[in-house]
């Protein structure tokens, strides 16, 4: 208090001897000059747009451990790990976008994933089953189709790369299960990344309100175009901070695409090369203008990337002459140009700037996987394991520059399960034998050497371990 105090005279003799002025914002300033701008409303854009916008209700059963005896000792005597189980019902809520007239909705599959039943709901309450056309964990996408006769209302798929920060922008969706809502915001940043923990980081950032229940709602331009999914917000007490992410439409375009063409899966290009960010110390070593860019670190024998001429130390710094702002955003740009087709290459190396071409193709089985069960006495019984390739390496959600023998799978209760194994391990050696097949690792898994010296490989970390 004494603080305040002592500034209020400050204050006052300021204020006697400052000249009056207008502060130059006030002057650029303006008053609504009509009647009609007095009514501007996104009403008009909204009615347009919320028809379009479904609720999606997501149910799994559970098997849940009973608590009823739990801590009693005489039942957990009596039934040791069969203690009574009972299968719960868990609900989940989100919502998703009317994409085609025929009732195909786009959602985040975290609103749907590992789902029994799944229902959407239309702006006017009527409720209709769907199934799962196509998911993906790593973008967070899903696409879903309802049976109707009618012509369902849409939202026509805009161009998310003509957003700006700055745009004015409507989220769509049913946060809390209160009913379908709009909030209206701006695009706050583009590219944005390290989102969710997902291996996805392109996402554009509004202050448009986000709340549970808007994931996979609808992010609208004001041409009432589609431009994003909304799928998460920067939240310490679950509400709303003004700081949400939504999945670029241009992705959702070619993840739709891939949907309706039937695909199991939804592929990503394989450029086979290793990025980290640009630095500054990177920026200024190797004479970068700006901060940014993809910075080659490895780059595989005989791939997409050493075809095309790229090499460690260059910097990618755009995409068919997008800005790539980072190793995701790179990922993200070769990811909307397509399968099958041809991406030029912006590269930077000793202040030099050259185009290269890279063809766009999907991960590729170099060699037989030959996934094998290692049975026995060792310390691998338990264990299924396969020779990696791209292909593999992309399946197992692993960098496609890994190579060797992967475990894929551990069965429980196993040996190995007991000594700590887990899939993605890359079992390097043992007792100072590489291992290069899966033949290799069956083949010693069957002698008895009497210990067993194990160098496995995890998370790009080499682990030493002996068995006896």
């Given at each position: 208090?004494?603080?305040?105090?002592?500034?209020?005279?400050?204050?006052?003799?300021?204020?006697?001897?400052?000249?009056?002025?207008?502060?130059?914002?006030?002057?650029?300033?303006?008053?609504?000059?009509?009647?009609?701008?007095?009514?501007l409303?996104?009403?008009?854009?909204?009615k347009?747009?919320?028809?379009?916008?479904v609720?999606?209700?997501?149910?799994?059963l559970?098997?849940?451990?009973?608590?009823?005896?739990?801590?009693?000792p005489?039942?957990?005597?009596?039934?040791?790990q069969?203690?009574?189980?009972?299968?719960?019902?868990?609900?989940?809520l989100?919502?998703?976008?009317?994409?085609e007239?025929?009732?195909?909705?786009?959602t985040?599959?975290?609103?749907?994933?590992?789902?029994?039943?799944?229902?959407?709901?239309?702006?006017?309450?009527?409720?209709?089953?769907v199934?799962?056309?196509?998911?993906?964990?790593?973008?967070?996408?899903?696409?879903?189709?309802?049976?109707?006769?009618?012509?369902?209302?849409?939202?026509?798929?805009?161009?998310?790369?003509?957003?700006?920060v700055?745009?004015?922008?409507?989220?769509?969706?049913?946060?809390?299960?209160?009913?379908?809502?709009?909030?209206?915001?701006?695009?706050?940043?583009l590219?944005?990344?390290q989102?969710?923990?997902?291996?996805?980081?392109?996402?554009?950032?509004?202050?448009?309100?986000?709340?549970?229940?808007?994931?996979?709602?609808?992010?609208?331009?004001?041409?009432?175009?589609?431009?994003?999914?909304?799928?998460?917000?920067?939240?310490?007490?679950?509400?709303?901070?003004?700081?949400?992410?939504?999945?670029?439409?241009?992705?959702?375009?070619?993840?739709?695409?891939?949907?309706?063409?039937?695909?199991?899966?939804?592929?990503?290009?394989?450029?086979?090369?290793?990025?980290?960010?640009?630095?500054?110390?990177?920026?200024?070593?190797?004479?970068?203008?700006?901060?940014?860019?993809?910075?080659?670190?490895r780059?595989?024998?005989?791939?997409?990337?050493?075809?095309?001429?790229?090499?460690?130390g260059?910097?990618?710094?755009?995409?068919?002459?997008?800005?790539?702002?980072?190793?995701?955003?790179?990922?993200?740009?070769?990811?909307?140009?397509?399968?099958?087709?041809?991406?030029?290459?912006?590269v930077?190396?000793?202040?030099?700037?050259?185009?290269?071409?890279?063809?766009?193709?999907?991960?590729?089985?170099?060699?037989?996987?030959?996934?094998?069960?290692?049975?026995g006495?060792?310390?691998?019984a338990?264990?299924?394991?396969?020779?990696?390739?791209?292909?593999?390496?992309?399946?197992?959600?692993?960098a496609s520059?890994?190579?060797?023998?992967?475990?894929?799978?551990?069965?429980?209760?196993?040996?190995?399960?007991r000594?700590?194994?887990?899939?993605?391990?890359?079992?390097?050696?043992?007792?100072?034998?590489?291992?290069?097949?899966?033949?290799d690792?069956?083949?010693?898994?069957?002698?008895?050497?009497?210990?067993?010296?194990?160098?496995?490989?995890?998370?790009?970390?080499?682990?030493?371990?002996?068995?006896?």
């Amino acid at each position: 208090m004494p603080r305040f105090d002592c500034l209020k005279p400050l204050a006052v003799i300021i204020a006697l001897i400052a000249p009056v002025t207008t502060p130059a914002l006030a002057q650029d300033k303006a008053v609504p000059k009509s009647q009609v701008e007095m009514q501007l409303s996104f009403a008009p854009l909204v009615k347009q747009a919320r028809g379009a916008v479904v609720n999606v209700y997501a149910e799994r059963l559970v098997q849940t451990r009973s608590s009823l005896f739990a801590g009693d000792p005489f039942f957990e005597q009596f039934f040791g790990q069969r203690m009574p189980n009972r299968t719960e019902k868990q609900s989940s809520l989100g919502s998703g976008v009317i994409v085609e007239a025929d009732g195909v909705v786009v959602t985040n599959n975290h609103v749907i994933d590992g789902a029994d039943d799944i229902k959407v709901a239309l702006a006017d309450g009527r409720e209709f089953p769907v199934k799962v056309v196509l998911k993906d964990d790593r973008l967070d996408l899903a696409v879903l189709k309802f049976e109707t006769n009618e012509v369902m209302p849409t939202l026509p798929i805009g161009n998310s790369d003509a957003t700006e920060v700055g745009d004015l922008v409507l989220a769509i969706g049913n946060p809390f299960g209160v009913g379908q809502t709009v909030t209206s915001g701006i695009v706050s940043a583009l590219a944005r990344n390290q989102v969710t923990e997902g291996d996805f980081g392109f996402f554009i950032q509004t202050d448009a309100a986000i709340n549970p229940g808007n994931s996979g709602g609808a992010l609208v331009n004001m041409n009432g175009e589609l431009i994003g999914i909304n799928t998460a917000i920067f939240s310490r007490g679950g509400g709303s901070n003004g700081v949400g992410f939504a999945i670029p439409a241009n992705l959702v375009r070619v993840f739709l695409d891939a949907a309706d063409r039937g695909d199991a899966s939804f592929e990503r290009p394989y450029v086979g090369a290793s990025f980290e960010p640009v630095t500054s110390d990177v920026a200024e070593a190797l004479g970068l203008k700006t901060v940014r860019g993809a910075l080659v670190v490895r780059v595989v024998e005989g791939g997409p990337a050493e075809k095309a001429g790229l090499k460690p130390g260059q910097v990618v710094t755009a995409v068919n002459g997008v800005s790539v702002e980072h190793p995701d955003a790179l990922g993200y740009r070769l990811t909307t140009t397509g399968l099958g087709e041809t991406a030029e290459l912006s590269v930077q190396q000793d202040g030099r700037e050259e185009t290269i071409e890279l063809a766009l193709a999907a991960a590729p089985e170099t060699r037989p996987r030959d996934i094998q069960l290692i049975e026995g006495r060792s310390p691998f019984a338990g264990i299924r394991a396969g020779n990696l390739s791209p292909r593999l390496a992309y399946e197992l959600k692993m960098a496609s520059e890994v190579t060797g023998v992967v475990v894929t799978e551990v069965v429980r209760g196993s040996p190995a399960a007991r000594l700590g194994f887990a899939p993605r391990d890359i079992v390097v050696s043992v007792n100072g034998e590489t291992i290069r097949s899966v033949d290799d690792l069956a083949t010693i898994a069957d002698s008895n050497p009497g210990f067993w010296r194990v160098e496995i490989e995890r998370d790009g970390q080499r682990i030493r371990q002996i068995f006896r």
